[in-house]
């Protein structure tokens, strides 16, 4: 039982607390506000309701969406396709190769293990220009288009991924009891009938893990996809269709704050389902 | 049997993947995604055109509709503005064999195009117009679309009021005679100030940069004067007595400027409130006239839908002419569907074409054979100029790549905001060029 | 049983083969320069169809290799194409002329010897480490605070710790161009109404620099702050009840109990600040792209006032399409990213053993 707190530093803290709440929240009420203004009525009045209508929201919200330089429903959804199944991809593929390194002891597995965790600390600056060379060379190579293409950038992402993905899942499965597998083992599973039986299934809470970590990652990555779709290619993600928005309107800041809006919505709605299990799993991933 | 089932389940989303990879590297008519150059059996019915002037992008759909109505073939117009790094962005498309078949070029942006570009000598419209882009060789690689003119643009019926005559506005004294006068009358005229002059170094460098930087190297010059630019090349020179005097002028610029515009304003606002006549002049050139008819037309028609026009930057007595040229071309891209782009520039060149570029794109023809005005409000000013012989070029575009954006345009917002004066402005720039040809 | 093997076996066989032909098929028509649309769907089927025949194998003893294989293979694979080798190659293009495409010519340092005269780029990097401390300061005291306030007793800490870390959902770029309109519109119309000042924060170099400061904090102080809570929530409820009963102040509970115990949980506070304060591309771009003068560094005008590390990179690489030099100051970026990280471990490891 900790001491109960004065009426009066109750109030301040709550007075703290509260002044920092509007200012972290205040850049979301702004953009609120002034999707429901015309360009001219956000250059006039930022701060103010005056200017406000329903109608004026309905209309930039069809100019964003019908805009043919945006295209928000067909970046949604390319967001969406390369976000889910590059998650499905990391998580099938992350938890086998966790499972394998983590119960083959041999110096090989060993060293795969120390190149995926010492890969942790390239940053992407460093591979990046490179990366589209290879990708390309690969691409005419073989004839698969590795760029400007959903199955390539999913490629990347698994590549990318992989090394957090595989670190955490790893010291997951160690907490898993051996003893398990060995009765498994003993009732005549298979050896990869144990993973997708026995250990797959015990991954889940650390598979949420790395899917909100990866997910958070990977829907709103910039870089990645402006390099290797094109700043204003035809396959675009969310982030780059903004960028390419912002860019080709000199600053049109009805139709901008309202792209903004329309690409901020999805993760503010999943996180209010979801935001038990994205807080802990952001901290998880940061102390393990 | 549950093993196999998972195994299959993992096969059949790989198999999954394996069925994009294939349906996207297929040339299935959709030119832009794998396009690689080895695929070259691209169909023949969709060519992309890669337009770098944002105003005129619902124009050119209209003109891609028609195309397609006329011949089947459909282009795709993919339009980029202002701030974005157009050559950058094609580097992009380059690196990742996403290139378009036509796309925008001008001044040294051919020089990243070196041997990539369709020869389009043998061409019809070749023989109808002076300003197609011809490289050193000869070879004519660029075709130009519209033109476009560079000059101090200004509401008539504020200078009509204010009684100034723009016919006598082609010396520094008499500008700032003229902005004397007007700002005197502020308030009668209902300005907010007496210039719309926006130095913003991130997104409006180009305007800076480029555009008012252009008035350095050619003001006053024949067109085929290039003293100024070769001084440039040669190490990023500049002549200091003739930059002292651009300087004076930039101070001009800077001193009767709104100021809610001149450091921190936007392209958006400036042309807004000139268009709604809040400015007497605007220090932007006659691509505006898309802007005020088309995004600003309510506040131009509220404004009285005023008569436009232009006069010099004269930043030197004696300097006549407004910079004029066709500001970039649209260049074929050898490896892509060159026969179909070929065709789509001829047919742009006649009357069908020119009658959609001219009337709704409001493009200012280059050739000769064209009899479409285009309904722009500076379309007047601009034939009168170049009927009179005063006009000088564009030698600008022949600037180093990243000048305006990495260097000179932070120069003139630094100038603007008071951190520089006039002569440290001139060292300033002095510096900076050479930092830049120098790199 | 033994059909089940026999046919095992035939059904691997077959897969193996079909796998081969169609892998070998496909390479043969790559080296021969086919344009042939059917190329890259027949190696990867093939690549699937030497997989499946291996798993098909009948053969106990080598089954759990080769399950071993398959199952780190894709993974694996991924990481090889799109990490070690262009690390590779990147450290290697890094001491040539490349230019995006192709190389023409080994250069040696050249590159580097470049970088490190251009006063543009030692001040992205001075910048950065002045961001990066600014960063791993303030982030964490705000972060520690705000910890602190989401675990006392107050009403509605829900609330308050969502709206929060809110901002930390939200992408680099979209949030930028947020900010961009905050400072631009919004703090402009108050600045100049109360104090007629025209010019938005971020036309001016320190006050930009500032202002992406402020953004970064706004956008990364919620995270820390969960890392924080779920730090504090592990000490034992007992140790602070007895030092209540001791009668401690807040003030000495907290510098003498609360910091010490959780000094692990600064640590990785400290360094995830760090690295990720140095990587930052995103907001740099979006809010000023690197705009802003710097009046006289080490004698020269800069034009590049706020632009840091990662975003001197892109820019250098990707605008002034200078991939060779891009790469170096990339492969230079590494290198001190590597060395935070070596720094890390060690101290991580040091207070392990003290424990």
Redesign the interface.
């Known amino acids: 039982?900790?001491?109960k707190?004065k009426t009066s530093s109750?109030v301040i803290?709550?007075a703290?607390?509260v002044v920092?709440?509007l200012?972290?929240?205040?850049?979301?009420f702004?953009?609120c506000i002034?999707v429901f203004k015309n360009?001219?009525g956000?250059?006039a009045?930022?701060?103010g309701v005056a200017g406000m209508s329903i109608g004026q929201l309905t209309a930039n919200i069809s100019n964003v969406v019908n805009n043919?330089?945006f295209n928000f429903w067909y970046a949604f959804g390319t967001s969406a396709l390369i976000t889910i199944?590059s998650l499905?991809?990391l998580a099938?593929?992350?938890g086998?190769?966790g499972?394998?390194?983590c119960r083959?002891k041999t110096k090989w597995?060993t060293a795969?293990y120390m190149?995926?965790v010492a890969?942790m600390?390239?940053?992407?600056?460093?591979?990046?220009?490179?990366?589209?060379?290879?990708f390309?060379d690969?691409?005419?190579?073989?004839?698969?288009?590795m760029?400007?293409?959903?199955?390539?950038i999913?490629?990347?992402y698994?590549?990318?991924g992989?090394?957090m993905?595989?670190f955490i899942l790893t010291g997951f499965v160690k907490t898993i009891p051996y003893a398990l597998e060995e009765a498994a083992s003993i009732d005549g599973c298979?050896?990869?009938?144990i993973?997708?039986?026995i250990i797959f299934p015990l991954l889940k809470p650390s598979i949420v893990t790395v899917t909100i970590l990866n997910g958070?990652w990977i829907?709103?990555?910039?870089?990645l996809p402006s390099?290797?779709?094109?700043?204003?290619?035809?396959?675009k993600t969310?982030?780059v269709a903004?960028?390419?928005f912002?860019?080709?309107?000199?600053?049109?800041?009805d139709l901008?704050?309202t792209a903004?809006l329309l690409?901020?919505i999805p993760?503010?709605i999943i996180?209010l389902i979801a935001?038990k299990q994205?807080?802990n799993g952001?901290?998880d991933g940061?102390?393990k | 049997m549950k093993k196999l089932f998972a195994l299959i389940m993992a096969l059949a989303m790989a198999v999954s993947l394996v069925a994009c990879g294939g349906g996207n590297s297929t040339p299935s008519g959709n030119t832009s995604s794998g396009d690689t150059s080895n695929t070259a059996a691209a169909s023949g019915d969709t060519i992309r055109l890669v337009n770098g002037k944002i105003e005129i992008d619902a124009a050119l759909k209209n003109l891609a509709a028609k195309y397609k109505e006329e011949t089947g073939v459909t282009v795709e117009i993919e339009s980029m503005g202002g701030g974005v790094d157009i050559q950058g962005t094609l580097k992009g498309y380059y690196q990742a064999g996403n290139m378009p078949d036509i796309f925008v070029n001008n001044g040294t942006d051919f020089d990243n195009w070196t041997g990539m570009l369709v020869d389009m000598k043998d061409q019809a419209w070749v023989s109808d117009t002076q300003a197609a882009y011809k490289d050193d060789s000869g070879a004519v690689i660029g075709f130009p679309y519209t033109t476009e003119a560079i000059g101090l643009a200004y509401n008539a019926s504020i200078l009509e009021a204010a009684g100034v005559d723009p016919a006598t506005l082609t010396s520094p004294d008499a500008i700032k005679a003229a902005f004397e006068t007007i700002d005197s009358k502020k308030a009668d005229l209902g300005l907010n100030a007496v210039v719309g002059y926006c130095a913003e170094a991130s997104s409006l460098y180009w305007s800076t940069g480029n555009h008012l930087f252009a008035n350095y190297i050619d003001g006053g010059l024949d067109r085929e004067d290039t003293t100024y630019i070769d001084l440039l090349s040669d190490g990023g020179q500049l002549d200091e007595a003739r930059m002292t005097d651009f300087a004076n002028f930039v101070d001009l610029l800077n001193q009767y400027s709104d100021p809610s515009l001149l450091v921190s304003g936007t392209y958006d606002q400036q042309i807004l409130n000139f268009s709604s006549g809040k400015y007497a002049f605007v220090t932007q050139g006659s691509w505006i006239g898309a802007t005020m008819t088309s995004d600003d037309a309510d506040a131009y028609a509220a404004a009285g839908n005023f008569k436009c026009g232009m006069v010099p930057y004269a930043f030197q007595a004696g300097q006549e002419n407004i910079l004029t040229s066709a500001p970039s071309y649209w260049s074929v891209f050898g490896e892509g569907n060159t026969e179909a782009a070929l065709a789509f520039l001829d047919w742009c060149a006649t009357d069908a074409g020119q009658e959609i570029l001219v009337t709704e794109a409001n493009c200012i023809s280059p050739f000769e054979s064209c009899t479409f005005v285009a309904n722009d409000p500076f379309a007047q000013t601009i034939s009168d100029y170049i009927s009179a012989g005063k006009t000088s070029n564009w030698h600008w575009s022949f600037m180093k790549e990243g000048l305006a954006q990495n260097y000179t345009g932070q120069v003139f917002a630094d100038f603007a905001a008071g951190n520089l004066d006039a002569a440290s402005f001139v060292s300033t720039m002095q510096q900076v060029c050479a930092a830049c040809y120098n790199s | 049983m033994n059909a089940n093997t026999t046919g095992k076996k035939v059904m691997s066989l077959a897969l193996l083969v079909v796998g081969t032909v169609l892998m070998v098929g496909s390479l043969v028509m790559d080296f021969t320069g086919s344009g042939s649309p059917m190329r890259g769907p027949m190696l990867i089927i093939g690549a699937l169809g030497i997989l499946a025949g291996m798993y098909f194998f009948p053969t106990l003893a080598r089954h759990r290799g080769i399950i071993n294989f398959i199952f780190l293979f894709p993974l694996l694979f991924c990481f090889a194409v799109t990490v070690i080798i262009p690390l590779v190659l990147g450290i290697f293009y890094s001491m040539t002329d490349w230019n995006g495409v192709k190389m023409n010519a080994f250069i040696g340092l050249a590159n580097y010897m470049t970088m490190f005269k251009d006063p543009g780029f030692l001040w992205s990097i001075l910048l950065t480490f002045l961001f990066v401390v600014f960063n791993m300061v303030l982030v964490n005291v705000i972060g520690f605070s705000l910890a602190l306030l989401c675990t006392s007793r107050l009403k509605g800490i829900g609330f308050f710790r969502a709206a929060y870390f809110l901002p930390n959902l939200i992408g680099g770029i979209v949030l930028g161009y947020v900010w961009q309109f905050v400072f631009n519109n919004v703090l402009v119309k108050i600045t100049a109404t109360a104090f007629g000042m025209q010019n938005s924060i971020l036309a001016n170099t320190p006050t930009a620099f500032a202002a992406i400061i402020v953004v970064y904090i706004w956008q990364y102080a919620g995270y820390i702050m969960l890392i924080y809570i779920n730090g504090l929530v592990t000490i034992p409820g007992d140790v602070l009840e007895a030092a209540a009963i001791d009668g401690a102040s807040p003030t000495l509970t907290l510098f003498q109990i609360k910091i010490p115990m959780i000094m692990s949980t600064i640590t990785i506070c400290t360094f995830l600040t760090l690295t990720s304060a140095f990587k930052q591309f995103d907001v740099n771009m979006a809010l000023t792209n690197g705009s802003g003068s710097v009046a006289n560094f080490l004698g020269n005008y800069l034009t590049n006032g706020t632009q840091m590390l990662a975003l001197n990179i892109y820019n250098t690489a990707i605008s002034k399409n200078s991939y060779a030099l891009g790469q170096a100051k990339a492969v230079l970026f590494f290198i001190i990213l590597a060395c935070i990280s070596l720094i890390q471990v060690r101290i991580s490891n040091s207070k392990e053993v003290e424990l």
Not at chain 1, 23 to 28: C, D, G, I, N, Q
Not at chain 1, 219 to 223: A, E, I, S
Not at chain 1, 227 to 235: A, I, R, S
Request: hydrophobic share 60%.
């Open positions: 039982m900790r001491t707190m109750f803290l709550m703290v607390g920092v709440a200012y972290t929240l205040m850049p979301f702004l953009v002034n360009a001219n956000i250059v009045n930022p701060v043919s330089n199944i499905a991809l099938l593929f992350g086998m190769a499972w394998v390194i083959n597995s795969v190149t995926f890969s600390i390239i940053p992407f600056q460093v591979v990046m220009l490179p990366l589209i060379s290879t390309r690969v691409g005419k190579f073989v004839g698969l288009s760029l400007q293409s959903i199955p390539g999913v490629f990347a698994c590549g990318f992989g090394a993905t595989v298979s050896y990869e009938g993973y997708f039986h958070m829907w709103n990555d910039y870089l390099l290797m779709l094109g700043q204003n290619g035809k396959v969310l982030p903004v960028q390419a912002v860019g080709s309107y000199v600053k049109q800041w901008i704050l903004a690409a901020m993760m503010i996180f935001q994205i807080m952001m901290v940061a102390v």
